[in-house]
């Protein structure tokens, strides 16, 4: 009997690590939710989850990580692997990748969460055969990743595109935003915290004719309208945990289709099928880390 390849996959987040031990046919075998604490405990926490699953299943092939960022993703970079300057306290210029390399002697794949998610819906989600698809998660923060002919794009950096600017909505022009870095980003305005901030509850909590419901879709069909434009995606995938709001995609949806002013073919483009949640569900996160550890292997 041949035994299976495991892999090690974490999808690092601001808030929570999700580690699983997952099998090449994407079985999970163990999964384990840790909270972000201090990374003097949050690694060492995810090491032990790792090497008792060892024990339990064996040596693991490659390990995968798909993180929150910024993260330097350039192979040839000394600090490849690591966090770069984060506003989350204690992480900037952490060895992320490095600890599982050096205690598991295997490769490390390594990208950012959405880059990792775009790829696992363009491998066996809602972007299969699309030639170039983006994943957007709207979340703690607002992050997208791209995917143009198999290779997620990563360049200087990786894409940011959170930190674009978004034209305010006219009945929103009161709030400054609260990107630590440009205020009035669409992270520092659609992001969940920016939500909670100027409305004092989460999206999902506010009643249905809210108008915060029309400002957030009116930012985030700006990102769809951007991406358009500079991008021509086939296919541009909503997560997070903002988008879980009743009717938000639906809204993009309509909101994208107006900005677009009869332009980007709007007359045949099917917006249902263009905007789309991520076919992955939970586990677009982990199932993004398995298929950077199995291009890392
Ligand atoms: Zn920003």
Request: proline share 6%.
């Amino acid at each position: 009997m041949i035994t299976p390849s495991i892999y090690g996959c974490i999808e690092a987040g601001g808030t929570k690590f999700i580690l699983g031990i997952v099998t090449d046919t994407r079985e999970v075998l163990a999964t384990l939710r840790i909270p972000t604490e201090a990374p003097s405990i949050t690694i060492p926490a995810a090491l032990a989850f790792f090497r008792e699953g060892a024990i339990r299943h064996g040596p693991y092939a490659a390990f995968g990580i798909a993180s929150f960022g910024p993260v330097d993703v350039d192979r040839r970079s000394p600090s490849w692997g690591h966090l770069i300057e984060t506003p989350k306290v204690h992480w900037s210029n952490i060895d992320l990748a490095g600890p599982f390399a050096k205690a598991f002697d295997c490769p490390v794949g390594f990208d950012t969460d959405v880059n990792g998610a775009a790829l696992a819906e363009s491998l066996w989600g809602a972007a299969v055969g699309a030639d170039i698809a983006t994943y957007i998660t709207v979340g703690t923060g607002v992050g997208g990743g791209a995917m143009v002919e198999g290779r997620p794009i990563h360049g200087q950096r990786h894409p940011e595109m959170g930190h674009f600017r978004p034209a305010r909505h006219p009945h929103d022009t009161r709030f400054d935003g609260i990107c630590a870095f440009h205020g009035a980003c669409l992270e520092g305005l659609a992001s969940g915290p920016a939500i909670i901030a100027r409305w004092g509850a989460s999206l999902s909590d506010l009643p249905a004719d809210h108008e915060a419901h029309d400002i957030i879709a009116h930012y985030l069909a700006q990102l769809v309208i951007a991406q358009q434009a500079l991008l021509s995606p086939r296919r541009i995938i909503f997560g997070g945990g903002v988008m879980d709001t009743s009717g938000l995609l639906q809204r993009v949806r309509d909101q994208a289709a107006i900005l677009a002013a009869d332009y980007f073919g709007v007359a045949t483009i099917d917006y249902d099928a263009l905007i789309v949640s991520p076919a992955l569900g939970d586990q677009v996160g982990l199932m993004g880390a398995l298929a950077l550890a199995q291009r890392a292997r």
